[in-house]
Every structure is written in structure tokens, then in C-alpha cells.
């Protein structure tokens, strides 16, 4: 149900009062009634007394009882600007990041150009904040063109604004600039953020090698491609003792590397993207490319183990991974299609079945996606707390929709949940304490 | 006119290595140096302390300034000095580097100064041959005579060289200026610092007697002295540091970072400099810079160990 909403009588400088909700802050591990007072873009006052009672001159929402918590931040959102336009612009990814819950996006750097250059951060910064409607940050490559060879400026790159370092969609094969950039990286106390699949491992495969391949045909890739390099990645954390973030894992072996990593209190964090959470490689059943990924969807053991670290802490973050490709990229054989699918409208509802399936508490599927990227990344949000950013959601747990095609805002529609079944709706989405997205309503403010 | 050694005297066959240079070793060497820096600056340089002798200049890597030097500094002692450039020659026949010192030590030299790009090298020559050796400079290893001419410049400048804090900064993995400068700065009773990026610095670089900054402008703060390094062009293009350009922005000595040492710091490099990577060209050129003091300090402090080692040669 989309809340109520009135216009109180004040200035320019207005306050907003979120009355009778459900105060969720995965930080600090709070959930209670009450109310929640935003002014000038950030949290003025929160807590049991202002569950009823509004200030003065304060606009007032009344939450009915539904969940608000901190803004989603999602640290790993690929778009077509610049270069692939068609595909997806920082707008429209915006667009559906609010429409998602989705305050604050960290944008890759697998452009064309590759951002790999300060006046690229810039470019994008400033296309940001003249077009988009929620926070956008961006990660810089961390080698010239994602090529894995030389690394780019990472200190004047971080001047500029880059909030981490990565090599995109690719591994880098060479230990040497693995090691050197984690090396060089840790003056500045940067964070390199890398995906890991061995390239000459994953050469020519379309998915996981297993039983279902084999059936479909298909070439696959075992497991081990990732986690040889997260192994290895591992070692160079240990002799570098640079900042390392592996971005989306996929199966209980990878876990085990990263647990082992962490019990030797090495500064090694990883991700997990929402479709290895809830999709598994039987979800391609005849040729669905849009469930073709990178890494692959695994067994439905492995999409366990995952969902059973994330519970255990293992998985510090999790992202939507949202990868725009259009028909001319996706509407092809399995094998001849490009991998990637969209996330940010579906990551919070999708995130959402582990809740009520009972796989997983609110509260730590929430830190995955606030409070825990917000500690990594350095930023101020994420949290329910006097003084943090006003990056607000208010979310009806229960309320139920299908996914529908024609309702989705980002540019490309390649979905693997489309014409799903959700539990659980973002009604109003707020960023710096404005309205971006109000459900039901009008769509944007 | 021999000049006469005051305080300790410096008696070794060869000089390889700063680690072994006493306190004693380097002010004898530092104070025959000072007279012979004098002496250059005299219309009649030449003195006959190397009559007679024969010195043999064997660069397996090109030198320009080291090499000059040198052979002043010889031919000012009255030696017959010979320049072999190898690189081009015998070892691209083949040649390895015991048998090229096996043949010019049957040419009966006196001294042979060596540079070579191998670590180690220029000591395993000197096992090989009967002549005096003076490390000119191997690998990244050692170059002994650089050293000492910076710590003369100091010295002069200073007046002293125990107490003073040194900043050593730039590609201190790769410089063999480095460790020879780390090795005599600390024997001398100065405190050293080494400034890099981590990728520039060797493992366990505070062992070698350094404090380690990787943040510049902290390791300048109340600096006496800072010594640049040369970074060279192949380590700039994304292996080691990502571009000369991001390189300098956090380690090119410019007038901001200078501020952080003390207002009457010398600066100094050892040269070749790359204007506008490791140093501005204004700090270069600065009143306080005594680069070009080190350059003549390097003929006296090359005279001073050629006229030690000379008593030391037999028949003497």
C-alpha cells in the first residue's frame, strides 16, 4: 500500500517525519517501533518518541507499521555509459535503482572507454549528478583497459573520486600485477575488488560443468576456475597485506578459502550476487539466456552453501550484479549469447525469499546489503543513525506483485526473474532526505 | 706531495661494499678527500701518487659521469688510465666474466674499477685477479664511491654527518645507491629514512637500518637532507608505478613537499635526473640544491680512494 504522504505547511528547508514504522538498522542490529525525523538530507533524530509524534512543521508519513531502514547499497552495478548507451545510462540505472530500494550504486568500470582514467571518473561524476536520482559512485580499473597488465593511477584515481579498484568482469592471470597493484594499492589504502574465474579455465565454456551441461550440451566450466584464483589472491593478500574484496562467489569451496582467510585475520571480505543466492543452473532449463552469468549459476548444494555464509558471516556483501544486455546480445544460442542479467528493481524482493523461506534472518540479509558495503566502501550511509545521510526505504514486507517486463525502468530487460512471483514492494525511496520513488504513486519526484 | 692521513687510515686491497667501511675507514677517506677537492680547485691538479700505475676503467654498463670520473680522478693521480667498455664487446662474443678477468689481469693492471649489472659480480672478479678492485657499481647491490662523495657533499655542506636526519627517497629496491648510502649514513652516526611507494621498496627494508615512509610528505617532515633517487623509465610505465605522471604528484620532490623538510635542507641525486618525474626542474636548480656539488665531490672522493688503495698496492 503506498503511504500517505501530506504536505506540511514550512519552507524550502522542510522536515519529513516517518511516523509508526518498523526501525530496521542492520548496523546496530535494532529492530523496534518508531519514528524517524529527516532535515537538511540527513537523519535529524530517530527512536520510540517520535513513533506518534511529529514536530511542528514537519511533512509526516505515516509507515503504518512497515519496515524502514537504511537505503540499499549496491557495490557492483555494470551500465552502458559511456559506449553502450542503448544498453543502460546512469538515469535510467538510477531510475531503477530507486525503484529497487537501491540508494547508492557503484557504477564498474567495464565501459567503452574502460574508467581507467581521472577525466573518465570525472565524466561520470558529473553525468551522476546532473542525471541521476540516487548516489553513484564509481569504481576505477585497476590495470589500463581491464587488461590485466599494467595498473592504472590508483592514488590520483582515488583523488578523483574512485571509491575502489577492479578489473571488471575479468581476472588478471599475471600473479605479478596482482601482487604489485595489491602492493601499491595499500598506500592508499584502497581497495581492489576482483572477480575470480581463471581466464584460461572459463575459455570457451557458457556454464558450470556438471550433470546439467552435460544433458544441454553445453561446454562448463568446474568450479575450480574461481576458486584457483581466489586461492592464489589469497597468498598475495598475505605477503602484500593489501585491502582485497572478492566480488561474487559462487560455491562452498570458494567459502571455505575465504573463512580460512579471515580466521587468519587477513583483509579479506567478499561478495555475492542475489541470482547465486536464489537461482541455481537447473533455473536454465531450455537455453535461458538469461540466466547465463558470470561466474555460472551453480548446484543447488552450492546456492545453499552460499545462502548458509552469508548466514554465517562468511559473505560480507551482496549485489545485484545488474549486467543490462539487449536482444541483440541476448537473443541468441546459449552459447553465442552474452552473459549478465539486470538485478537492481528485483534485488530486495528477490533477496527477500530467503527471508521468508526462513533461510536467513532480516537483519543479516539486510547488513549484506547496507550497513557491511557502507564499512568497506568508507561511506557515511547505511545506517539508522543522527547524522547519517538521509538514504531511507520504507518496505512492505509482505506485499506480493509479479514481476512484469513492462514495469521494469531499466533500459534492458533481460531479467532472469521476470513474471516472478516477489513478496515484499519498496513503497518510497528516499536519497538525501528527498523522495525518488514513491510506489503507486507518482514515480519520480 | 702525498698528503698526510690524519686520523685512521683506510688499508684495504679493494673496496666492494659500504657494509664493511668502519667510522675510522670513511673520515680518513673523507678527510684525503677534502684535500684532494682542494687540490681540483688548484690551476695544477695533477700529483704523481699513481705514477706509473695502470688503472683500468671495465664498465660492463654504460656510464657516463661515474666512468669521467673515474678516469679524472686517475689521470689526476698520474696513473695510465683505460677506459674498456664491455657491454659491446667480448661479452656479446661469449665471453664470461671470469675469463674476461682472467685476460686483463694478465695485462698486469694496478686497479681495476668495475661496474656490472649483476649484483655480486664485480667481488667474484675480484677473487679472480691480483689487482686492486673498486666496486663502480653492481646490480643493485653496491656503489661504493657514491657514497662517500655524498657523504663528503654532506660534510662539507654540514659540517658534520652524525645527528643529521636523511631522506632517502624514490625506487630504493633497485638502487644500489641506496644501500651504499643507508650503509655509510648509518655508520656515521646519521638517521636514515626510506621513502617509496611499497612496490619500490625491497622486503624487510627497515633490516637494511632505514625507516620506512610511504607517505612523502611524512617522511620530508623535519628532514636534513634529502637524497632523491632515480627512477628509471622502464619501472615507470604501469609495473611498478602506474605512470611518471601519478608518480610525481606522490613522490616528485616539489616546492610543497620541500617544505616539509627543515627550511636549510640540501637537496641532492645522484644524477642522471629525470626533471619533472622524480624532482621539479625549479628544486633542481634550487639554491640549496648541491647536485652539482656532488659531481665534483665525486672526483675528489674517487682521487681519495685511488691514493688510499695506492699504499696499499704492492711495492709501495
Redesign the interface.
Known amino acids: 500500500m503506498a503511504p500517505a504522504m501530506r504536505k506540511g505547511e514550512s519552507g524550502p528547508d522542510e522536515a519529513t517525519a516517518f511516523l509508526n514504522a518498523r526501525l530496521i538498522d542492520p548496523a546496530s542490529g535494532k529492530d523496534e517501533p518508531g519514528g524517524l525525523l529527516v532535515r537538511d538530507g540527513v537523519i535529524a533524530d530517530l527512536g520510540g518518541q517520535l513513533r506518534r509524534n511529529a514536530p511542528e512543521r514537519a511533512r509526516v508519513i505515516d509507515c503504518k507499521g512497515h519496515v524502514l531502514c537504511p537505503g540499499l547499497i549496491d557495490m557492483q552495478v555494470f551500465t552502458g555509459e559511456p559506449g553502450q548507451e542503448h544498453r543502460e545510462t546512469l538515469k535510467t540505472a538510477s531510475n531503477a535503482a530507486a525503484a529497487g530500494g537501491v540508494t547508492t550504486i557503484v557504477v564498474m568500470p567495464d565501459t567503452e572507454p574502460v574508467i581507467d582514467q581521472v577525466a573518465l571518473v570525472d565524466f561520470i561524476q558529473r553525468r551522476a549528478r546532473d542525471n541521476a536520482v540516487v548516489h553513484v559512485h564509481v569504481m576505477a580499473a585497476m590495470t589500463r583497459g581491464l587488461k590485466g597488465l599494467e595498473m592504472t593511477e590508483i592514488g590520483l584515481l582515488q583523488r578523483a573520486g574512485a571509491i575502489a579498484f577492479t578489473n571488471g568482469k575479468a581476472s588478471v592471470s599475471n600473479a605479478r600485477v596482482m601482487r604489485n597493484v595489491l602492493l601499491y594499492a595499500k598506500d592508499f589504502g584502497a581497495l581492489i575488488v576482483h572477480h575470480t574465474e581463471d581466464p584460461h579455465l572459463t575459455e570457451g565454456t557458457v556454464m558450470n560443468s556438471g550433470e546439467v551441461a552435460t544433458r544441454l550440451g553445453l561446454p562448463g566450466v568446474n568450479k575450480a576456475a574461481e576458486t584457483i584464483v581466489l586461492e592464489r589472491d589469497v597468498r598475495l593478500v598475505e605477503i602484500t597485506g593489501g585491502r582485497y574484496h572478492a566480488s561474487q562467489l559462487s560455491c562452498a569451496e570458494s567459502l571455505a578459502v575465504v573463512r580460512a582467510a579471515k580466521a587468519r585475520k587477513l583483509p579479506v571480505t567478499c561478495g555475492v550476487s542475489i541470482n547465486h543466492l536464489t537461482l541455481n543452473e537447473n533455473d536454465i532449463g531450455p537455453y535461458r539466456t538469461f540466466f547465463r552469468l558470470k561466474p555460472p549459476l551453480r548446484s543447488e548444494e552450492d546456492r545453499a552453501a552460499m545462502v548458509r555464509g552469508l548466514a554465517a558471516g562468511d559473505i560480507d556483501v551482496i549485489v545485484s550484479s545488474h549486467d543490462p544486455q539487449d536482444a541483440d546480445t541476448k537473443r541468441h544460442p546459449f552459447a553465442e549469447a552474452a552473459d549478465g542479467a539486470i538485478g537492481l528493481e528485483t534485488l530486495l524482493a528477490a533477496a527477500l525469499r530467503l527471508h521468508h523461506n526462513g533461510e536467513i534472518g532480516l537483519l543479516p540479509l539486510l547488513r549484506a546489503m547496507t550497513a557491511n558495503p557502507a564499512k568497506l566502501l568508507g561511506l557515511p550511509s547505511g545506517r539508522l543513525e543522527k547524522g547519517a545521510p538521509a538514504d531511507l526505504i520504507l518496505v512492505d514486507l509482505g506485499q506480493p506483485w509479479v514481476v512484469d517486463k513492462a514495469e521494469i525502468r531499466a533500459r534492458s530487460k533481460n531479467s532472469p526473474f521476470d513474471e516472478s512471483k516477489m513478496q515484499g514492494r519498496v513503497l518510497l525511496t528516499m536519497v538525501a532526505g528527498k523522495p525518488v520513488y514513491q510506489y503507486g504513486g507518482a514515480e519520480r519526484a | 706531495m702525498t698528503a698526510p692521513i690524519t686520523q685512521a687510515s683506510f688499508a684495504r686491497r679493494h673496496l666492494l661494499t659500504c657494509e664493511e667501511l668502519t667510522a675510522g675507514d670513511i673520515s680518513a677517506l673523507l678527510d684525503l678527500a677534502d684535500k684532494a677537492a682542494d687540490n681540483n680547485r688548484q690551476i695544477n691538479k695533477k700529483r704523481d701518487v699513481l705514477r706509473g700505475r695502470t688503472l683500468i676503467n671495465l664498465f660492463f654498463e654504460a656510464s657516463t659521469r661515474t666512468q669521467s670520473s673515474f678516469e679524472l680522478a686517475g689521470k689526476r693521480l698520474g696513473a695510465d688510465v683505460m677506459n674498456m667498455n664491455v657491454s659491446h664487446s667480448s661479452m656479446q662474443k661469449g665471453e664470461t666474466l671470469v675469463d674476461t678477468a682472467m685476460t686483463l689481469n694478465a695485462m698486469r693492471p694496478d686497479i681495476l674499477v668495475v661496474r656490472h649489472h649483476a649484483a655480486g659480480a664485480v667481488e667474484l672478479l675480484a677473487q679472480k685477479v691480483d689487482c686492486s678492485v673498486i666496486n663502480a657499481g653492481d646490480g643493485a647491490h653496491q656503489h661504493p664511491t657514491q657514497a662517500l662523495l655524498d657523504a663528503l657533499t654532506i660534510r662539507r655542506a654540514k659540517g658534520r654527518i652524525s645527528g643529521l636526519t636523511v631522506a632517502i627517497c624514490g625506487d630504493i629496491m633497485h638502487s644500489r645507491v641506496a644501500r651504499s648510502n643507508i650503509n655509510v649514513l648509518n655508520t656515521m652516526g646519521a638517521r636514515v629514512r626510506g621513502v617509496a611507494?611499497?612496490?619500490l621498496l625491497p622486503p624487510k627494508a627497515d633490516r637494511l637500518g632505514i625507516e620506512v615512509f610511504?607517505?612523502m610528505n611524512a617522511g620530508l617532515e623535519g628532514a636534513d637532507i634529502v637524497m632523491m633517487l632515480r627512477l628509471q623509465r622502464e619501472r615507470m610505465?604501469?609495473?611498478?608505478?602506474?605512470?611518471t605522471?601519478?608518480y610525481y604528484?606522490?613522490f616528485g620532490l616539489d616546492h610543497e613537499k620541500l617544505a616539509r623538510a627543515k627550511p636549510d635542507a640540501l637537496i641532492m641525486h645522484p644524477g642522471p635526473m629525470n626533471r619533472g618525474v622524480e624532482i621539479a626542474s625549479t628544486i633542481a636548480d634550487h639554491s640549496r640544491s648541491v647536485i652539482r656539488d656532488q659531481v665534483e665531490m665525486g672526483v675528489a672522493v674517487r682521487m681519495a680512494v685511488l691514493e688510499a688503495m695506492a699504499r696499499q698496492l704492492p711495492n709501495h
Do not use: C, K, L, M
Not at chain 2, 237 to 243: A, F
Open positions: 611507494p611499497s612496490t610511504t607517505d610505465q604501469g609495473s611498478y608505478v602506474p605512470s605522471r601519478e604528484h606522490f
